[in-house]
Structure formats: structure tokens, C-alpha cells
């Protein structure tokens, strides 16, 4: 009832087009990249601040929850509501409103195309850095919602190093700027707070990014091993040695075989796995920093080691590692890519750990992932038409889990919580902790109307549930 009376006070602020309530339209957004799906109550498209702010003062007058959504190619249901409610849909805002090619800065809408941005900006000798696999899809908003990571944030740093401030839509509609241009704001870092939030603090509805400057000369390698251990050595003994490529990643013989099949790029599938690594800067720098990459592939065991001998060489590789992802559905119709982060130096054996984890389950695997910051992506190929088999994914991802955590590893690297890993994040945190996440929420959102069930699990409250804080919390 209340999403027909918020539909109905909405068709005249945004026009009838960007309001929608068929159950066709609801279910193109009943879903992300992920497994889980439910349909929101209603969608709506805002063009501007002003009526992003429009809409969540009428939630709010009606008590709808609300979940922000950009391109939906999030892997853990962030933006798939958990009740009926009105998922603001900001794709449409995706104007680049300013850009400071002296300062390196530029203020974008939330539904800017993460590639278009670097595309847009590249003849100015500039990009924005964070390089997500699904770049060409997703938006900024949702990088800055979830902090998502990419191939080139080894050196760079994940999306939180490149955001210098955010306009945000709080849930009472009022709106606020936080951070800035000027280094060194003072006072508390709310724009730290935002970036990673998953659309639990309000609606992002500009963002100034720090753009990165194109480096004058890069080298890819792509080096080939017999054995996924030696390649794993490799990305120690590479950083070990003193040197932070600006990429290095890791592919093992399934992933090779699929992409291959997809390409046909002459990848060599006999390998059992290949590290892609790039390194750029000055000539002179980067041609030593690759010879000293090569020597110390060789000596962990690489057999053979290839220089991209030109950009197109160069973007060739790289599609092989970007479209990977996609390329699954040679393998198999359905997907579960998972995102877990170990110590670099214990890559070798969670490795070995997960080939066993996917054949206790029988499914078929593939590893692709940032090897460089020990942030492994196995991805498990099924049919989930197949009996069961739902079943023995989850099991195998909460195995991943385990063993990710008896290492001293983290649940993310880069995919954020949403509600597939929320309920292990007990795992990691203390009462404590939890619950001062949760008080900072509801500062933002003491009605807990934005995406709630989302990241926190329940209970992460004491009070909420009559405990008392626990000895030594702050109050
Ligand atoms: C093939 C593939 C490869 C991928 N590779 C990578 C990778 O290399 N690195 C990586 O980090 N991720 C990767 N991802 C995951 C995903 O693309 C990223 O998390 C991305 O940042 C999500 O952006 P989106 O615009 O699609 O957001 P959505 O999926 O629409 O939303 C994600 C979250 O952000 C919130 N949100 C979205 N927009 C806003 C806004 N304006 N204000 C407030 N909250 C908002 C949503 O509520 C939700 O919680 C990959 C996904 C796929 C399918």
C-alpha cells in the first residue's frame, strides 16, 4: 500500500517514464551479478539531486526502505532489496560534470561508467585508476559503495585512495558534501565512512574523483609455469624483492582453457598456470623493474616469459584477464565468483586447498584473481538446475571461508559484504566492534530504512536485543 501511495506521489515529481511498477520492469532489477534475487516493491530512474532528494523524503514520509542501485554487477546482492522497496535506480545520472585536468580532479555522477570516465579522460593524460574486471559495466556510485579493487589497484590503491569527496542524499533527504578538494579536511573522515558503505548511509549523488596521471611507458609480461605453486612463489618473491607492480595476475590452466576457447589468442592452455605482470613509469625504470620481474619468474620455475611487444599485444592480455569472468559460460550456464583475501605468502597452499574444496563438491573451478594483494576469486561453474547443487556451492564457499580465516586472511577484498557474507562477519568481529558499526549506522539512519539486513548482521545492536555492552565498549 505504501509503495502505491509513493509510486503515485512520485509520477509527478520524476514523470511517469522513471517510475516503474509494471512487474516486467521490477524484475529487470530483481537481481545483480549474484545468485540471490527478490523483487523490489518499485523502481525508480532520478536524473538530478534534487529528485533523488524528492524521493527519499517521500519513503521517508511513507516508511519505504530504500536500496541505491547503479549498473547491478555487484557479486553480493548489495543491490537487491530484502523487503519491498523502492530501489533508486541512478544510472541516469551519469554526467561528468567538471574536470580539473591541472588539479587531477573531476566531479561525476554516481551513474558514470567507470571506463567511460578513464575514456573520457585519457587525452587529457589523465584515468581513473580503479580498474574493476567489470569496468565496462559498473558505475562510480557503486565503486564508491562497495570500495571496489581492480587489477591496478596493487599500486594504486582500491577506490577509497581515489575519492576525494561525495555529495550524499542522507535518509532524510537532507543533502551534504563530505570531503573535499583542499588535502587534510579536518575534522572526522566522513567520506572514508561513505566510500565502503554498500548504500547503507544514503544515496551518493556526486562524487569528486582523483584522477591519475597516464604513465609515459608500461610493459606486460605474461610468464608460464608448469606448476600453479611456482607462479604463486613468483608474486612473493616479486614483492619480496622489493618491487610493486602496477598489476600481477594470476591464471590458472582452467581459466586458460576457457579463454582460450572464447578468444582464440594462441594462450598457452598447456601451462598449468600464467601471472600477468605489468609494470610502468619512466622507460629506464620500467625496463628494470621487468627484467629484475623476469629473473625472479625464472628462478621460481617460470618456463617461458612473453614481453607484449605493442599496445595492442598489451590490450590483447588484458582482455584475456578481464573478460574471463564472462567467458565462464563456456564452462558452465551458472557462476558463483567468490572474493577472499590471504596473505600473499600462504597463496600456495589456500590454493591447493581450494582445488580440493571444488572436488569434494564436484564443481568445476577456475581461478583468476589479483594475485599481487593476495585477493583470490575461485570461480565455481554448475548448473543450478542440477539437484543439490545450490546446496554444495554455499557449502564449498563457506569452506573457503574457513580456511581464508584460519590463515589470517579477511572475507573481502573488493565485493563488500551485502547479504552473502554477512552473517559470517561475527567471525571477524567482536561484539565491540559490531556493534559501534551499527551505532554509526544509525546515525546516518536511525529508522535502518537503507538497505536493511545488508552488511550488518542481525543482532549486531546490543541494546537491540536487551545485552548489556560489553565490558570495555565506549557508549
Ligand atoms: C564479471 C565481474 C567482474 C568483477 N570484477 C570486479 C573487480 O575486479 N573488482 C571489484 O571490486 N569488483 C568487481 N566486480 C563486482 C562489481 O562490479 C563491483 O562491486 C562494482 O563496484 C559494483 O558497481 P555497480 O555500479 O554495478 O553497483 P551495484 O551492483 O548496482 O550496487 C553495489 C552496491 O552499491 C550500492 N550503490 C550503488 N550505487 C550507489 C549510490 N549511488 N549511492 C549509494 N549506494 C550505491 C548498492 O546499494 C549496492 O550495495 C565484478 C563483477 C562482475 C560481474
Redesign the pocket.
Known amino acids: 500500500m505504501s509503495l502505491e501511495a509513493l509510486a503515485e506521489r512520485l509520477r509527478p515529481l520524476l514523470g511517469d517514464a522513471a517510475v516503474l511498477t509494471h512487474p516486467v520492469e521490477r524484475h529487470l532489477y530483481s537481481k ?2 549474484g545468485l540471490r534475487r527478490t523483487e523490489p516493491g518499485l523502481v525508480v530512474l532520478p536524473t538530478s539531486t534534487e529528485e533523488v532528494a524528492a524521493v527519499v523524503r517521500a519513503a521517508a514520509d511513507l516508511g519505504v526502505a530504500v ?9 553480493t546482492g ?2 537487491v532489496p530484502s523487503e519491498p522497496a523502492v530501489v533508486v535506480a ?1 544510472t541516469r545520472m551519469d554526467e561528468i560534470h567538471e574536470i580539473d585536468a591541472v588539479g587531477r580532479t573531476a566531479w561525476v555522477g ?1 551513474g558514470v561508467i567507470n571506463l567511460d570516465l578513464s575514456e573520457v579522460t585519457r587525452p587529457l593524460g589523465l584515468h581513473f585508476a580503479p580498474d ?3 569496468q565496462s559495466v ?2 562510480i ?3 564508491v ?2 570500495n ?3 587489477p591496478h589497484c596493487l599500486a594504486e590503491g582500491s577506490t577509497v585512495a581515489h575519492i576525494l569527496g561525495v555529495e550524499l542524499v542522507l535518509p532524510d533527504g537532507e543533502v551534504v558534501v563530505l570531503g573535499g578538494a583542499a588535502p587534510d579536511l579536518p575534522g572526522l573522515d566522513l567520506r572514508g565512512v561513505v566510500v565502503g558503505s ?2 547503507t548511509l544514503g ?2 549523488t556526486r562524487v569528486l574523483v582523483k584522477l591519475t596521471p597516464n604513465p609515459p611507458d608500461v610493459r606486460t609480461l605474461l610468464m608460464e609455469f608448469d606448476e600453479v605453486r611456482q607462479a604463486a612463489d613468483t608474486v612473493s618473491g616479486i614483492i619480496g624483492a622489493g618491487i610493486v607492480p602496477d598489476a600481477l595476475e594470476l591464471m590458472d590452466r582452467k581459466t586458460l582453457e576457457v579463454m582460450e576457447a572464447f578468444l582464440h589468442i594462441g594462450l598457452p592452455v598447456d601451462a598449468a598456470a600464467v601471472l600477468l605482470c605489468e609494470t610502468s613509469g619512466h622507460p629506464a625504470a620500467v625496463a628494470a623493474e621487468a627484467a629484475l620481474c623476469e629473473e625472479v619468474a625464472r628462478r621460481c620455475g617460470a618456463r617461458a616469459v612473453q614481453v607484449a611487444a605493442d599496445e595492442a599485444e598489451r590490450q590483447v592480455l588484458w582482455k584475456a584477464r578481464k573478460a574471463a ?2 567467458a565462464v559460460a563456456q564452462m558452465a550456464p551458472d557462476f558463483y565468483l567468490h572474493d577472499v583475501v590471504v596473505p600473499r605468502t600462504t597463496l600456495p597452499e589456500v590454493l591447493d586447498e581450494v582445488y580440493r574444496i571444488a572436488e569434494r563438491h564436484d564443481l568445476h573451478i577456475m581461478n583468476v584473481f589479483h594475485a599481487g594483494d593476495g585477493n583470490l576469486h575461485p570461480i565455481m561453474g554448475f548448473d543450478l538446475a542440477e539437484d543439490g547443487v545450490r546446496d554444495a556451492v554455499m557449502a564449498a564457499a563457506d569452506e573457503l571461508i574457513a580456511v581464508t580465516l584460519s590463515v589470517g586472511g579477511a572475507l573481502t577484498g ?3 559484504i ?1 547479504t552473502e557474507k554477512r552473517d559470517h562477519l561475527p567471525k571477524v568481529f567482536d561484539e565491540v566492534s559490531l556493534d559501534a558499526q551499527a551505532r554509526l549506522r544509525e546515525a546516518f539512519d536511525p529508522e535502518g530504512r537503507f ?1 536493511p539486513e ?1 552488511v550488518l548482521p542481525k543482532g549486531s545492536r546490543c541494546a537491540d536485543f536487551g545485552r548489556p555492552l560489553p565490558e570495555g565498549a565506549w557508549v
Not at 67 to 75: K, Y
Open positions: 545483480d551479478a536500496v541505491p542501485r547503479g549498473g547491478g554487477s555487484g557479486l548489495g543491490a541512478l554516481p574493476p574486471s567489470s559498473c558505475t556510485g557503486g565503486n559503495a562497495n571496489a579493487g581492480g554498500e548504500g544515496v551518493v569472468f564472462g573488493e565485493h563488500g551485502g538497505n545488508h
